[in-house]
């Protein structure tokens, strides 16, 4: 079993910051991948940012040079430091990993979701 445990949304103004975590748990072997997306209210889930096991990262166009993902291997923890937030960031954020667990098996695991909103 994996558990994905998402924490650090709020309320900030516009400008601000905020730092997301997210932490797996269980019974890890390996990540090969984490993420976070995002989704407001009646639109669909979209990639915010993401990071390979060999520090690779991705970047959605709207947070390029405000967002950045890093990776605490030893915590099997993800962060995405939010900075220069804008009322558009506004939405639900989701962590996914991606494990090889025990037994070769292989997790695709989803967050509970943190709220981030953005106050103009």
């Known amino acids: 079993q994996v558990q994905v445990v998402e924490s650090g949304g709020g309320l900030v103004q516009a400008g601000g910051s905020l730092r997301l975590s997210c932490a797996a748990s269980?019974?890890?072997?390996?990540?090969?991948?984490m993420g976070w997306y995002r989704q407001a209210p009646g639109e669909q889930r979209d990639l915010v940012a993401t990071i390979t096991s060999g520090d690779s990262t991705n970047y959605a166009d709207s947070v390029k040079g405000r967002f950045t993902i890093s990776r605490d291997t030893a915590k099997n923890t993800v962060y995405l430091q939010m900075n220069s937030l804008k009322p558009d960031d506004t939405a639900v954020y989701y962590c996914n990993v991606k494990i090889r667990g025990v037994l070769g098996r292989r997790y695709d695991s989803w967050g509970q979701g943190t709220q981030v909103t953005v106050s103009s």
């Open positions: 269980g019974s890890i072997v390996s990540i090969n991948f």
